[in-house]
T-cell receptor, first 113, second 117 residues
Framework: DAGVTQSPTHLIKTRGQQVTLRCSPK?????VSWYQQALGQGPQFIFQ???????QRGNFPDRFSGHQFPNYSSELNVNALLLGDSALYLC????????????FGDGTRLSIL | AQKITQTQPGMFVQEKEAVTLDCTYD???????LFWYKQPSSGEMIFLIY??????QNATEGRYSLNFQKARKSANLVISASQLGDSAMYFC??????????????FGKGTKLSVKP
């Protein structure tokens, strides 16, 4: 049973560029959440997708956008990259049930030069 | 105000001993869930244990147990018989709301646990 998979593992971009990160949820899961984890910090919630709609959003600018596909996989897009966007981006999947834990992927480490 | 507070940036424990990692939380929502995750240096977040606000008994999962004191708003993680592989960052997280509302997770800043041989 495949867990949450994210791609790519690592990515290097320069300021002003755009990036797309991808996530495939754990089999059977229908909800995908994205988190940003800066070095030495806990993860910060970006947004959550359910039934192809953004259901919740954290305190992140509009440069951060996302999408969920009919197969429940998801993308995170970041435009006009800033140095401060350098972080580990974590995708988590879960069932639409408040009692179930979110399962995380290994993350994408994004470095902005 | 911080919703999840982990006051121990780093902890050391001798192999085979037990260790308690502290977590306090702040919420006015009567329905919430508390989670502990382990993050090794490789980066993946591994789910360890869950406690619901209405659960009467403390949660246990193998060597992990959660000391849930609702009145004090604390949810400490106890790891028994520590192993070298337990060395990692440990995060306490809370989700407010229940049922169909898949609330986002709010994380603390984490505690780095080092197990000494």
């Amino acid at each position: 049973d495949a867990g949450v998979t994210q791609s790519p593992t690592h990515l290097i971009k320069t300021r002003g560029q755009q990036v797309t990160l991808r996530c495939s949820p754990k089999s059977g899961h229908d909800t995908v959440s994205w988190y940003q984890q800066a070095l030495g910090q806990g993860p910060q919630f970006i947004f959550q997708y359910y039934e192809e709609e953004e259901r919740q959003r954290g305190n992140f600018p509009d440069r951060f956008s996302g999408h969920q596909f009919p197969n429940y996989s998801s993308e995170l897009n970041v435009n006009a990259l800033l140095l401060g966007d350098s972080a580990l981006y974590l995708c988590a999947s879960s069932l639409a049930d408040g009692h179930q834990p979110q399962h995380f992927g290994d993350g994408t480490r994004l470095s902005i030069l | 105000a911080q919703k999840i507070t982990q006051t121990q940036p780093g902890m050391f424990v001798q192999e085979k001993e037990a260790v308690t990692l502290d977590c306090t939380y702040d919420t006015s929502d009567p329905s919430y869930g508390l989670f502990w995750y382990k993050q090794p240096s490789s980066g993946e977040m591994i789910f360890l244990i869950y406690q619901g606000s209405y659960d009467q008994q403390n949660a246990t999962e193998g060597r992990y147990s959660l000391n849930f004191q609702k009145a004090r708003k604390s949810a400490n993680l106890v790891i028994s018989a520590s192993q070298l592989g337990d060395s990692a960052m440990y995060f306490c997280a809370m989700r407010e709301g229940y049922g169909g509302s898949q609330g986002n997770l709010i994380f603390g800043k984490g505690t780095k646990l080092s197990v000494k041989p």
